[in-house]
């Protein structure tokens, strides 16, 4: 079982950026994908973005050409680089792994806190 260590959330207005960065205890590279989800109060957690081992990327719709997935296989990190910030993006961000093409484990971390509000 792999640990994960979310960072790099803040309090931003809107249309600023911010970049998020999950480092895992161990290897990422064996794993199918590696990927962010977020959850707001009261919500499930919801998918945002994923990266596979041949470094495939995969977005949910409402962040497409917002924010950019990717990984340094070197330091067991995944980053999101979140650009042009909006409201509805505040939510509590995580990371996780994807085992193969449908499974993903329920190894989360304590995530961060992401909150865009003028």
């Known amino acids: 079982q792999l640990q994960f260590v979310e960072s790099g959330g803040g309090l931003v207005q809107p249309g600023g950026s911010l970049r998020l960065a999950c480092t895992a205890s161990?290897?990422?590279?064996?794993?199918?994908?590696v990927g962010w989800f977020r959850q707001a109060p009261g919500t499930q957690r919801d998918f945002v973005a994923k990266?596979?081992?041949?470094?495939?990327?995969y977005y949910e719709d409402s962040v497409k050409g917002r924010f950019t997935i990717s990984r340094d296989n070197a330091e067991n990190t995944v980053y999101l680089q979140m650009n042009n910030l909006k409201p509805e993006d505040t939510s509590k961000y995580y990371c996780?792994?994807?085992?193969?093409?449908?499974?993903?484990?329920?190894?989360w971390g304590q995530g961060t806190q992401v909150t865009v509000s003028s």
């Open positions: 996780n792994i994807q085992k193969n093409s449908i499974i993903w484990t329920d190894w």
């Open positions: 990266i596979t081992k041949d470094d495939r990327i």
């Open positions: 161990g290897s990422i590279t064996d794993f199918y994908a």
